[in-house]
């Protein structure tokens, strides 16, 4: 299947000039996971679990509107149901929240009751006019009002009536008040008539502004991301020179702390007490001093050396901009990865809810309920369908980050851009479908490996949470923090690993030694992108909230029907920063795509005949300019070493 130790010689950069299938192998193993979850799917259909939770069941095994079978061992199992289509709970409020289920007796009941049954004698009329008991099935509905055991077999009363469409053919109250009880942090904010009624008036007479902002926001972003590329220069600056007096600045008053506060203690005015005290506080800021100003001479140093590199980070913003002017449908790509994944995690929770109805029944000897448990090998169809929620969502991500490097592969690399394909995106998403599948599957697995480790010891991390021993959640919660750096590691290498494969159509391996080769050669060039380009996209999405917040304020103020429009101002707040958040990630992808292209273009061309530039004019003009100021040399990572491509 390849390995990431390959002994290939060295090769040519040779972009959009042969095609071929990547990673066969793997795409291979992928899709017979895929067919894997298919079956883990057509596992419960089969033996009938899908039915269970779509019809409902009883606490004896039987499922409503079908005819049972028979479970050894269980009183009133094996009944006929196919004119009992309901599940009626004789005491929906009794949940378990822990365990995620209603402790309650549920039966099989042809009609859910429409109104109010306050008495037995209800329930006995109930049951005679409409054939519907909803006591046990041992009682008959003549002897509900008489029966010794119909507080336990029989609803509590008073029983609600349930909506006039059952849920799932579940018998649902119309009012369910009564679960509030059990949610303990919200049960007072949920039972306070005053807040709650005025929040929910909030946000409904709030509804059409609450669309409208959010419309806002989505414009917002959308030119936010044209916009960016010319104020980047404004803020690349604003940046520089706010790190600079805060970092001195703050080093200042550390050390003038520590003057003030060694003078007091010198002074001999303070008790003995107070001299430890002072002492101790000396000692602090003598040592906060020291690290501060190391830190601040460390930082000045590498943003003296990366003050060459900001240029770079600022042109590549303006080449990105004209990238989603040539190419404006790349903006729509976080909506159809949504949609895909939406589809997906939809497909994925009915499946997980289709398994927790499946396995062999077992009676519950406190309660007497027939509960069904997987045993044996079937448990881990559970392991597999959570493995797949993670690779396959990290493959769908991979996916718009190989359509994206696509894309823009093609758009850097064509040099008359005439000649460029009706829809570069469709023809990205094409070649993605029928060479790279396998690559995508690979790079995807590998996020998956450092990703399923990293939620265990999450998960382990948070059951010791008031448990004695710290030092082993303090050795957890390192090991978190550094398999969350290792995959954040991981997702970048992958992005320009799929670059590289969109560039020269190679394995995934190759790809990613390619590529850690490009960077490691321009790290600093790396660092300067990373950390100022990151930071004004940053600022972009602060700055659409803002705009989206403030707008929001000025608009609700003027709603004089209702007084709270805080939830709705939050929801506004939240939408606009998931909307700019995927729109200036799609513009951060365009961006290391274009720096990646950029850096091969510079190292094997140099502009001579014959090994001319494929990069825009902008990037051409910081080229050029680095090289009148004496900056542009091999030790930058462009060596000029000759290669086909540009022949």
Excluded at 149 to 172: A, D, M, N, W, Y
Excluded at 418 to 424: D, F, I, K, N, R
Excluded at 604 to 629: A, F, Q
Aim: hydrophobic residues 45%.
């Amino acid at each position: 299947m390849g390995c990431c130790g390959s002994t290939e010689g060295k090769r040519d950069w040779k972009p959009l000039e042969d095609r071929s299938c990547t990673d066969v192998p793997w795409l291979i193993l992928f899709t017979l996971f895929c067919i894997g979850m298919f079956c883990v799917c057509g596992y419960p259909i089969a033996t009938g679990a899908a039915s269970r939770l779509v019809s409902g069941y009883d606490s004896y095994g039987n499922t409503c509107g079908r005819n049972n079978s028979k479970i050894e061992g269980v009183p009133h199992s094996g009944l006929d149901m196919r004119e009992k289509k309901y599940v009626f709970f004789l005491d929906p409020c009794n949940i378990d929240f822990i365990n995620r289920k209603i402790n309650s007796i549920s039966l099989c009941v042809s009609k859910c009751p429409a109104e109010e049954l306050k008495t037995y004698s209800d329930l006995k009329q109930f049951a005679l006019n409409n054939g519907s008991q909803l006591c046990s099935y041992d009682i008959t509905p003549t002897r509900y009002t008489g029966h010794s055991e119909r507080f336990t077999k029989c609803p509590k009363l008073p029983v609600p009536p349930s909506k006039g469409i059952p849920v799932f053919h579940r018998c649902i109250p119309k009012n369910i008040t009564c679960y509030a009880e059990f949610m303990q942090a919200f049960s007072t904010f949920v039972n306070d008539n005053t807040v709650l009624p005025r929040v929910i008036a909030g946000v409904l007479a709030s509804k059409e502004i609450i669309m409208g902002l959010c419309l806002l926001a989505l414009v917002l972003s959308l030119i936010m991301m044209v916009v960016i590329r010319y104020i980047s220069k404004v803020l690349v600056w604003i940046l520089t020179v706010l790190v600079i007096i805060g970092s001195v600045g703050g080093a200042a008053v550390l050390w003038w702390l520590y003057v003030d506060h060694k003078k007091a203690h010198d002074s001999g005015a303070l008790s003995a007490f107070g001299k430890q005290v002072a002492s101790d506080n000396v000692t602090a800021l003598l040592v906060y001093a020291i690290v501060a100003t190391v830190f601040t001479v460390v930082l000045l140093i590498v943003m003296l050396i990366m003050r060459k590199r900001v240029a770079l980070t600022i042109s590549l913003f303006h080449v990105a901009g004209k990238v989603f002017i040539h190419l404006p449908l790349l903006v729509l790509q976080p909506l159809w990865t949504f949609v895909w994944l939406m589809l997906f995690w939809v497909y994925w929770v009915t499946v997980l809810l289709f398994l927790g109805t499946s396995g062999t029944p077992l009676k519950n000897n406190v309660t007497g309920a027939v509960e069904y448990e997987m045993q044996g090998p079937l448990q881990y169809l559970v392991w597999y369908h959570a493995v797949g929620l993670i690779w396959i969502t990290e493959f769908i991500f991979a996916f718009q980050q190989m359509t994206i490097a696509g894309a823009v592969v093609t758009y850097y690399f064509t040099r008359n851009k005439s000649q460029m394909p009706v829809t570069p995106i469709l023809s990205s998403v094409l070649r993605t479908i029928r060479y790279h599948l396998g690559t995508l599957a690979k790079g995807s697995f590998i996020i998956t490996l450092v990703k399923i480790p990293r939620l265990i010891l999450t998960y382990i991390h948070s059951q010791l949470k008031g448990k004695e021993n710290a030092c082993a959640r303090c050795m957890l919660k390192a090991c978190v923090c550094c398999l969350w750096c290792l995959e954040k590691c991981l997702a970048y290498l992958n992005q320009n690993a799929y670059t590289a494969t969109a560039i020269n159509s190679t394995s995934f391996c190759t790809s990613a030694r390619d590529a850690f080769i490009i960077l490691v050669e321009n790290a600093l060039r790396v660092m300067a992108i990373n950390t100022v380009g990151d930071f004004v996209l940053f600022l972009g999405k602060v700055l659409i909230v803002s705009c989206t917040a403030f707008c929001g304020v000025l608009a609700l103020n003027y709603q004089r029907h209702y007084t709270v429009w805080v939830l709705p101002l939050l929801i506004v707040c939240a939408f606009a920063f998931l909307v700019a958040h995927c729109f200036l990630s799609v513009f951060e992808n365009v961006v290391d795509v274009l720096f990646l292209c950029f850096a091969i273009d510079s190292k094997y061309n140099d502009g001579s005949p014959g090994h001319e530039y494929y990069m825009d004019k902008t990037l051409m003009e910081y080229v050029e300019n680095s090289k009148k100021m004496g900056r542009y040399k091999p030790e930058d990572g462009e060596r000029r070493e000759m290669s086909p491509m540009a022949k």
